[in-house]
């Protein structure tokens, strides 16, 4: 897969990607980072557990995720915060 800012012309911003592995995840939070970009924190279910899996940056905020039924919440739905998610934002799907 190739990705680019300016499509139909070459240019250094291609970036090439090969999808190694697919998992459904659920989105769990996001933390804020620098250029209006956005992490969100994903995280899988085991069961009735939910497992932390890690971040994935887009350039998505909380108002793309309030108009699909996200609200924040005032914990981690991991029942802990993962390393590296002091700052994060959680968040539910209604």
Known sequence: ???????GKRSKDWIKCKVLESIDCVICGYVKK?????????GQ??????IYK???TLGAGMMHL??????VINYSPFG????GN???VWI???
Do not use: C, W
Not at 34 to 42: D, P, R
Not at 80 to 83: F, H
């Open 92 to 94: 539910s799907h209604n």
């Open 45 to 50: 279910y085991n069961g009735d557990k939910l």
């Open 34 to 42: 620098e250029k209006n970009m956005t992490s969100i924190i994903i």
């Open 80 to 83: 802990y915060v993962p390393k």
């Open 54 to 56: 890690g971040h994935v």
């Open 66 to 71: 309030s108009r699909r039924g996200y609200q």
């Open 1 to 7: 897969m190739f990705l680019n800012s300016k499509q």
């Open 86 to 88: 002091k700052e994060a």
